[in-house]
């Protein structure tokens, strides 16, 4: 079993950054592979990037690519995001999660936190 936090998200301007944060309790963190997701108001939940769970693989979605960076630090039991040059359209709920697969469906990972809100006003 595997609980997510996910935190650092707020208000931030456009052009500006922000880095989400994901603590994980439970067990064998570093075998899972990590995720983000965002959710758009009465949208379906979408991917924005995947981590390996050695971080030698990343993934991207081509929306984010080249202005968002995943990293995981096993140690710390942490996987971060870091975002640059946020717009306003990167407005979501962002979600954090794990999969003890290696390479999980888009659409069913095992577990998620309870998300974040990310607001990039204009």
């Known amino acids: 079993q595997v609980q997510l936090v996910e935190s650092g998200g707020g208000l931030v301007q456009a052009g500006g950054s922000l880095r989400l944060s994901c603590a994980a309790s439970?067990?064998?963190?570093?075998?899972?592979?990590m995720g983000w997701f965002r959710q758009p108001p009465g949208k379906e939940r979408e991917f924005v990037a995947a981590?390996?769970?050695?971080?030698?693989?990343?993934y991207y979605t081509g929306s984010v690519k080249g202005r968002v960076t995943i990293s995981r630090d096993n140690a710390k039991k942490t996987v971060y995001l870091q975002m640059a040059s946020l717009k306003p359209e990167d407005t979501d709920v962002y979600y954090c999660?794990?999969?003890?697969?290696?390479?999980?469906?888009?659409?069913?990972?095992?577990?998620w936190g309870q998300g974040t809100q990310v607001t990039v006003s204009s």
């Open positions: 439970g067990r064998a963190f570093s075998s899972y592979t």
């Open positions: 999660a794990a999969d003890g697969r290696p390479e999980p469906p888009l659409s069913v990972w095992e577990y």
């Open positions: 981590i390996s769970s050695s971080g030698g693989s990343k």
